[in-house]
């Protein structure tokens, strides 16, 4: 039987288009071989929204998303719309969308493959056996959500900025960390600053509390200034980190950077609902916009993350990874990874190499 599902397509901006172009390129292709059938309705957003209708997340955009299954985005953004006032500028639908879909979990795999080690900053002897994290952050609670601003103290002005987390937004966000460890390999890192701050404190105490119901995960916690220490001295001992918004914010890019490659990071935004939304880590980048040039890779796998988070369609997800390593390892590049004599595959020419390996 043929399951079938609906897609909204935000593509966005700069390269935003391409990109999604061949993700759904590659859903079609993965969908004939796994009897999935796609549906792709595409909405405005960002800056294409503001030329179209002088606004950066449409009515309708939101809509859509919210009736449909799940969505893939591209990216938002460019100079042509940076000088425009705060409200209006295209990332503002970004954090519009999010708060609309009440996404509070941010997914964001850092994996270092086989093939682009060349790539990473860190000593060969430390990557040797490369890396594969998930890191769970929280991404509507905390200090970036707390009440702000500014008062008199004794030494003039001052500013200050709060965070709280209530039990609640700590269970659930706990609870995706260990569903996520248990679709992987039953790790979980929970990183906070319980020596120091007492949300951390209400942090740990609930983490363990959930972790009784998940016996099959083995559970540690760890400070965050150690985590930060750990990723760049021994990054294979994490498989799923759990962390609060902020801490979230600095070691997801952390480590990013320890992957070396920005054109390859998938990334997921869940609430409550399976529906999600999916999409590269990297933005426009206007400066290859409509070229041809960028790598496709990082919002191909955000394809794959929506299979396996949205769909639970876990073999036509790992078909899709699996097709990514294949090219990887058979030396294939896109422009921004290609070194010394390799020739670099433009977008859709590396979309058909990943399709033929699917
Ligand atoms: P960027 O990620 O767009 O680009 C940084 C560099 O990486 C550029 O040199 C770019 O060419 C390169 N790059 C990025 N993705 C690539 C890919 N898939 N393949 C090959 N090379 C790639 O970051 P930026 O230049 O700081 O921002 C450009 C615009 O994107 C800005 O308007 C910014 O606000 C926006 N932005 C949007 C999002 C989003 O939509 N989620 C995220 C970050 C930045």
Redesign the pocket.
């Known amino acids: 039987m043929i399951k079938k599902y609906d897609i909204a397509l935000l593509r ?1 901006d ?2 935003g288009p391409e ?1 999604v172009d061949s993700a759904v390129r590659v859903l079609e292709a993965v969908g004939e071989k796994y009897n999935l059938a796609f549906t792709f309705t595409p909405y405005l957003i960002g800056g294409s929204a503001i030329d179209a209708v002088g606004e950066p997340l449409p009515k309708e955009t939101v809509e859509g998303c919210l009736n449909a299954d799940s969505v893939l985005l591209g ?4 100079p042509k719309w ?1 000088s425009l006032p705060g409200h209006l500028r ?2 503002k639908a ?1 954090l519009g969308i999010r708060s609309a879909m009440e996404l509070f979990t941010n997914l964001r795999p850092a994996k270092l493959y086989p093939a682009l080690k060349g790539e990473c900053p860190l000593r060969a002897d430390i990557v040797e056996n490369g890396f594969d994290i998930m890191i769970v952050r929280e991404l509507t609670g905390g200090i970036y959500f707390g009440e702000r601003g500014y008062r008199e103290g004794k030494y003039g002005q001052e500013a200050f900025d709060t965070e709280s987390y209530s039990e609640m937004e700590i269970e659930r966000i706990a609870r995706v960390a260990f569903e996520t460890a248990r679709k992987r390999r039953k790790k979980l890192t929970s990183i906070d600053k319980a020596n120091v701050l007492e949300t951390s404190r209400l942090w740990r105490k609930i983490v363990h509390e959930i972790a009784k119901e998940y016996p099959d995960v083995e559970v540690n916690d760890m400070l965050v200034d150690n985590a930060a220490m750990q990723l760049v001295r021994n990054p294979s001992q994490f498989d799923v980190i759990v962390t609060s918004n902020m801490f979230g914010d600095i070691l997801s890019d952390e480590a990013s950077q320890i992957t070396g490659s ?2 390859m990071l998938p990334s997921a935004s869940l609430g409550n609902t399976s529906r999600g939304l999916y ?2 880590i ?7 916009a409509g070229q041809n ?4 890779i ?1 919002t191909i796998l955000s394809a794959s993350m929506m299979l396996l988070y949205a769909f639970n369609e876990k073999e036509a997800s790992d078909a899709i990874v699996s097709a990514v390593d294949k090219a990887l390892n058979e030396g294939l590049r ?3 990874l290609a070194r010394g004599d390799t020739v670099a595959l433009t977008t859709s020419q590396m979309t058909d190499e990943i399709i033929k390996r699917l």
């Not at 990216?75 to 460019?78: D, T």
């Not at 990297?282 to 290859?288: C, L």
């Not at 040039?293 to 496709?296: D, F, I, T, V």
């Open positions: 966005g700069g390269i990109i990216a938002v953004g460019g940076d295209p990332e970004l920005i054109g999409e590269p990297h933005g426009s980048a206007p400066d290859i040039k960028a790598n496709p990082a896109t422009a921004d």
